[in-house]
C-alpha cells in the first residue's frame, strides 16, 4: 500500500511526519507524493488556532470528494485528535493518532481496515520522546530535530500545552548521535526543535551545554532552534549563540503582547521591561543578531491603548520581522475560561493591519541596511519567485538571499554580496566560494 502525507502546523509537525514515515517504512509501506496514487492518506493537523482547525475540516471533505471513485484510508494526525478526539468522529476518516501515539500507527491502521470502524488514540505520554526512532527524511540542506515534546507553560491562550502534554527531553548523547548521522548523510544544518526549546534539559544538561556538544560535529555547518521562550534565557545561552560561530546569530523570540497587564493576563511571566532588558542584553552581546517575533493581537480585553503598548516594543526592538496573529479562542484554555473573545473582528484587524505595515517598514529598512555587505549563503534551493534560473538559500540571519544561477551546488557555502533589498528577502551576487 501506498501513503500519502500531508503536513500543516508547525516544523514539530514537519519533524513528526518524518517519524511517522520511519515507522510506517518498517511495516513495508511505501510513500507516495500524488494524493490519486494514495491507498492511505495521512493529513497531520494542526489546532492552534480555530483557522487552523477549520482548514482540516475541509481538506478532509476535499480528500473525500477527489477521490470518490476509488479506495483508499483516511487518517488524521497529530494536535487536532488530543485537541477535539471524539468530536472529529463527525468526519469520514478511518483513524484519529494524536502526537504521542505514531508507534501504535500501524495497528491502529490494521485494526481499522479489519474493524471496519473508526480507531481513536489521543493518548498523552509523559515519557515519549521517540529516543530510538531516527526519522525518514527527504535528502537536503536542513533536518529538523525535535530536542523535547510538550510544553509546561500554559499561557492562557494557547492549546499546545493540551495538545502535546508535558515537557519531555530526549537525551544529549541520543541527539548528538542523531545529528553526527544526518552529517554523514549530508545534511550541513540542524534545527533543534521544542515548543519551549531553551527549556531543554536532560541529566544535568541544559540547552546551551546541547547547542555546545551538536557543535563538534565537523559536517554541521550551521545549528539553529526554535522556539525559546524569553523566560528561560540565561547569559550562558547567550554567550554560546554569540561565541559559536557554528550557531547562527538568529533569534526568534516571541514577544506575544508589550503591554505588561495583557502579558499578565496571558500567563507569559515576563514584563516589557524584563523582555526589553533581554533583548539588549542579546544586542549588546550579539551587534548583528537577526531578532524575529511572534504577536497575537485583540486578546480579550485588550484596548486599543494596550496594543500601542505593543507597537512601541516593536519599534524600539525594531524585529527583523515578525508573525503577528489575531486572537482565536481554544477551548479548554485558561484564557477561554476566564475571558469572553470580546475584541471586534473588525477592531483585531485593525491592529494587524496597523501592526503590519509598521512591521513591513522596519524589514525593509532592515534588510535595506545589508545592501553593500557580504554574508555567507547556504544554498537550500532553486528559488520559487521570479525566474526559475534563481537560487535562494539563507544567510546566517535566516533571511532568504536570492541569487543568480552559476556553477553551483545546493548545499555550497557561498559569500555573497548584497545588491538589493525587499521586505522579505536579500539580493546578492556570489564574489566567491566560502573559504
Ligand atoms: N511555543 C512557541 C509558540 C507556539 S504557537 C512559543 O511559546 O513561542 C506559535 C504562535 O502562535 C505563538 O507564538 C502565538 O503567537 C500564536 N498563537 C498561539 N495560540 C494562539 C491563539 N489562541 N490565538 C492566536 N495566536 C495564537
Ligand atoms: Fe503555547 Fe506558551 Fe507553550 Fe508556547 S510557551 S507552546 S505559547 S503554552
Ligand atoms: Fe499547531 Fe500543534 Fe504545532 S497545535 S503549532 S502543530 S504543536
Redesign the pocket.
Known sequence: MKVYIETYGCQMNEYDSELVKAVLKDQNLSFTTSLAKADIVLINTCSVRENANRKIYARVHEVRHLKKDQSFYIGILGCMVTNLGKELFDLPVDFLAGPDSYRRLPAMINESIAMQSTILDDKLSKQETYQNIYPLRQKGVNAWISVMRG?N???SF?V??YTRGRERSKSLMDIYNECQRLADEGFRQVTLLG??VNSYHHEGNDFAALLDKVSEIDGIKRIRFV?P?PKDFPGSLIDIVAQNDKICNHIHL?LQAGNDRILGLMRRTYTQKQYLELVQRIKEAIPDITLTTDIIVGFPTETAAECKDTKNVLEKVRFDSSFIFKYSERPGTLAAKKYPDDIAEEEKTRRIVSLNELQKEISLQKNQSHIGKVHDVLLEKKSTKKSTQDYQGRNDGNKVVIISKGPYQIGDFLRVKIEDASAHTLMGTVIAPQS
Request: a neutral charge.
Open positions: 510544553c507553560n500554559f499561557c494557547c499546545v500545552p515548543q519551549n522556539s521562550h516571541p
